[in-house]
């Protein structure tokens, strides 16, 4: 199996921009497709982006789409999220998740897709 730790969640004004990073050890990191999904207080968890991977193809859900782009570093084992213009319904905490489920994309949105979960990393957007 792979274990997930996110790290770069901060305190942030509205219109910053925040790097997420997802480490992955365990398994072969390239065999895994990750997503990131967020969870605010007294919600259901959100797809936010999803990434394939070789890395060559990434999904985005609508309400993040041009202002955060996932990449990753298979070198490095490593998956990022950068957001820019943040809002203050980007509050949450962001979670990674990987999948080794070469057809994953059919249900990317959905987290019973991926089986390996980090822990999270809080982001708080003050307006």
């Known amino acids: 199996q792979v274990q997930l730790v996110e790290s770069g969640g901060g305190l942030m004004q509205a219109g910053d921009s925040l790097r997420l990073s997802c480490a992955a050890s365990?398994?072969?990191?390239?065999?895994?497709?990750v997503g990131w999904f967020r969870q605010a207080p007294e919600k259901e968890r959100e797809f936010v982006a999803a990434?394939?991977?070789?890395?060559?193809?990434?999904d985005y859900a609508d309400s993040v789409k041009g202002r955060f782009t996932i990449s990753r570093d298979n070198a490095k084992n490593t998956v990022y999220l950068q957001m820019r213009s943040l809002k203050s319904e980007d509050t949450a905490v962001y979670s990674c998740?990987?999948?080794?489920?070469?057809?994953?994309?059919?249900?990317?949105?959905?987290?019973?897709?991926?089986?390996?979960w980090g822990q999270g990393t809080q982001v708080t957007v003050s307006s």
């Open positions: 365990g398994r072969t990191f390239s065999n895994y497709a």
């Open positions: 990434i394939t991977w070789t890395g060559d193809s990434t």
């Open positions: 998740a990987a999948t080794p489920n070469r057809f994953y994309r059919a249900n990317k949105d959905r987290p019973s897709e991926y089986a390996y």
